[in-house]
């Protein structure tokens, strides 16, 4: 009797030591069906923000294409150069000839110097506006053209505004106007 214990638990222990059972068996492969499914599911993601992706680069290739045929873009960079240029001179005129202003000094007395520099200010908008006129636009440079135009208004009233108090004779409207000038560069 000893005997037939002995092989019923040898047959056991090899049992559980050699091959898996069916149930085993299944079991590994719902495991396996599980984290292939979790890979798969990661990869369909990443598949579509690829695709997102390459939608997205097309369309900026497109964009790309259009502008680079297009002489507008680079005659619009040259009004924007050559705008940028005038405007930068005569503003750090402005500037000079305004900081330059003692707040007890008579503000007739910057009136011609004032008068000159203005004028060289407004050639150089009105220069932009005429040479900008008609020129075909992305979108991108025509926020940027439109950014310009808003300045631009904001800079000419300014201007009126400083020129109203220094004939006048007013600091406070003179101070206002300059104060106006200031906050213009928020469009740029």
Do not use: W
Not at 117 to 127: G, P, Q, R, V, Y
Not at 148 to 159: E, W, Y
Request: aromatic share 6%; hydrophobic share 35%; charged share 30%.
């Amino acid at each position: 009797m000893k005997r037939l214990l002995y092989i019923p638990l040898t047959a056991l222990l090899l049992g559980a030591c050699g091959n898996p059972t069916i149930e085993q068996e299944l079991e590994q492969a719902n495991e396996r069906n599980e984290e292939l499914k979790g890979i798969l599911q990661t990869e369909e993601v990443n598949f579509q923000k690829n695709t997102q992706r390459l939608e997205a680069l097309k369309e900026d290739i497109s964009k790309m294409k259009s502008v680079i045929g297009n002489p507008d873009i680079n005659n619009y960079v040259d009004i924007v150069t050559d705008y940028a240029g005038g405007m930068e001179r005569s503003l750090s005129d402005m500037d000079g000839l305004l900081s330059n202003h003692g707040d007890g000094e008579e503000l007739s007395g910057m009136e011609s110097d004032f008068e000159e520099i203005s004028s060289e200010l407004f050639e150089t908008m009105e220069a932009y506006d005429e040479n900008s006129a008609g020129i075909e636009l992305d979108e991108y440079l025509e926020r940027q053209h439109n950014a310009i135009q808003l300045a631009n208004g904001d800079i000419r009233a300014a201007l009126d505004t400083i020129a109203n108090g220094i004939e006048a004779s007013d600091s406070a409207l003179f101070e206002q106007g300059i104060e106006q000038l200031r906050s213009a560069h928020e469009y740029y």
